[in-house]
Nanobody
Framework: QLQLVESGGGLVQPGGSLRLSCAASGFTFSRYTMSWYRQAPGKERELVARITSVGFVSYADSVKGRFTLSRDNAKNTVYLQMNSLKPEDTAVYYC??????????WGQGTQVTVSS
């Protein structure tokens, strides 16, 4: 059974940090591009960061220099380190696994709230 389980969300003050984790199971993790998306209330879901199966990483302009995406294929886990958080980073963050042959899968989401 394929699963993506996000964790690490919560409430943090502006300027603070959080690390999100997405633990994968039920598929060959190393063959998938892993991404984090986010969706704020009243807004469309947007791509935050992506790491390919060979480790190429890309970021949305809004998070460059503040967020770091990494993957550990031995642990079937992808991490999103978020520093210098801003109120506009408040959203539900979703983990996504995508392979052009095998499909596209989503986690259930984890809430991140940046507020004083």
């Amino acid at each position: 059974q394929l699963q993506l389980v996000e964790s690490g969300g919560g409430l943090v003050q502006p300027g603070g940090s959080l690390r999100l984790s997405c633990a994968a199971s039920g598929f060959t993790f190393s063959r998938y591009t892993m991404s984090w998306y986010r969706q704020a209330p009243g807004k469309e879901r947007e791509l935050v960061a992506r790491i390919t199966s060979v480790g190429f990483v890309s970021y949305a302009d809004s998070v460059k220099g503040r967020f770091t995406l990494s993957r550990d294929n031995a642990k079937n886990t992808v991490y999103l380190q978020m520093n210098s958080l801003k109120p506009e980073d408040t959203a539900v963050y979703y983990c996504n696994a995508k392979n052009s042959i095998y499909g596209d899968y989503w986690g259930q989401g984890t809430q991140v709230t940046v507020s004083s």
